[in-house]
């Protein structure tokens, strides 16, 4: 009876507001029926523009570093590394929450353009790059402007239906991750094209004077295809004040529904007061956020220290790996991260939930990760199949544990909150991910010079680091430091 009394409120309460964008969207989602197939599309390509050139660089950064001739030693190279890496994600950092402020304020859509558009000018420039400062330059603005990611994922929460939801922050981590492999690969396989492909890129042609051009042109255009079909996508902010007061029909209902309310609902409005209260005190958010950080700074450690250590040579433990080899490795991982998500994901996730899931997925990497300094004593096809399931595997769990956080970071605000909240997810995120690729980039120089050191030597001690952040974020998904909104 209480259940029909609250039914019949929420569809009395449903007001639409003329020419307010967010009340279109409403009333199309209420209207809608089917999978929503086009949102999805949208979602995810704009998703992976923005995650394309975070970690495309990473198969050639090695080489890059050495024609800019500031590593006076090879085992310098990955110091070096790790500043370049890091600069995008500072710039990240300084600018994120006010990107969210402004989404929440003038709109998602015009957050959106900017953010495709600063990834075709910037990326672009890096790919010129002439010396080391201006590869850290250029990277710095690129993440400055790269307002994408914590816009779209309140963008995601808000243009499907509820129970489509576990199938949108999946997409935004889906496209994200597979951006995450596809980048590095088109690195791999575009880089130094005029050594490659001699047949078609000549030593005298642009890409032949700018052996890193290719693959950032590539995304650079990729970004301004996504940024016309972004013309076209719906607004999600309502341009109107809440309105809460009710008419004299629902007072009845209301009193009804009142009278029949459980205890659910008390935890219910609780949870309603809380997400509307500041944002820092909101301890659901915050807790989902700092686990969230965590994991994303093992994330890109993973992925710079990846590309290291399979472009090092065999003799510092690594695999000598050309950047071909590496992106056909990462090639492979991204299709096998994409039917994951796509067929796999959200049936776990609502099978588990969010937080077994991320907890699960978590504890799971700790031995694949292991295993990769014994796969370097391997050869031949044994070291290939290994390397790609363990890659694979890595990618695929590393990936769902992020889309866990997700879903738990935007149910724990309003649409109000959400992309101030997301935009201080992305801050901190990205001052965690700033941290990654140059702690990384000098773990991996140190290992080189400790290869016969008695415990933990070479590329043992930078797994074993890795799987300690992992398990943090493991020890972190636990009461009573994670609280989810309802709980």
Partial sequence: MADEYKEALLEKQTTY???????????????????????????WIVVLSTSL?????????????????????????????????????FGRALTSVFWGIVADRYGRKPIILLGTISIAVFNALFGLSLNFWMAIGTRFLLGSFNCLLGTMKAYASEIFRDEYQATAMSAVSTAWGIGLIIGPALGGFLAQPADK?????SKESIFGRFPYALPCFTISAFALVVTVLCCFIPETLHNHKQDNTLDDDSYEITEAAARNSTASTGKTEKHEKASQGPLLKNWPLMSSIIVYCVLCLHDTAYSEIFALWANSPRKYGGLSYSTNDVGTVLAISGLG??????????????????????RFAGALMIPIQMSYPFIANLSGLSQSLML???????????????????????????????????????????LFKTVGPAGAGILFSLSERRLNASFLPGSH???????????????LTFKPFLKTARS
């Fill in 337 to 358: 991260l994409f039917c994951f998500q796509v067929f796999v994901y959200p049936l776990v996730e609502r099978l588990l939930g969010p937080v077994l899931v991320t």
């Fill in 461 to 475: 001690m930078v797994f074993f680091v890795l799987n300690v952040i992992v398990l943090v974020g493991v020890a």
């Fill in 17 to 43: 507001h003329e020419g307010c964008p967010g009340c279109k969207v409403e009333k199309m989602k209420q209207l809608r029926r089917g999978y929503p197939y086009l949102e999805l599309s949208f979602v």
């Fill in 53 to 89: 050139p975070i970690s495309s660089l990473y198969p050639f950064l090695y080489y890059m570093i050495e024609d800019f001739g500031v590593a006076k030693t090879e085992k310098d190279i990955g110091f070096y590394a790790g500043f370049i890496a890091c600069s995008f994600m």
């Fill in 197 to 201: 492909y001699p047949n078609v890129f």
């Fill in 388 to 430: 790609n399931c363990a890659s694979i595997l890595i990618n695929v769990l590393s990936v769902s544990a992020i889309t866990g956080l997700l879903i738990l970071q935007n149910k724990a605000v309003d649409q109000r909150q959400r992309g101030a909240a997301n935009g201080i997810a992305m801050t901190a995120m990205s």
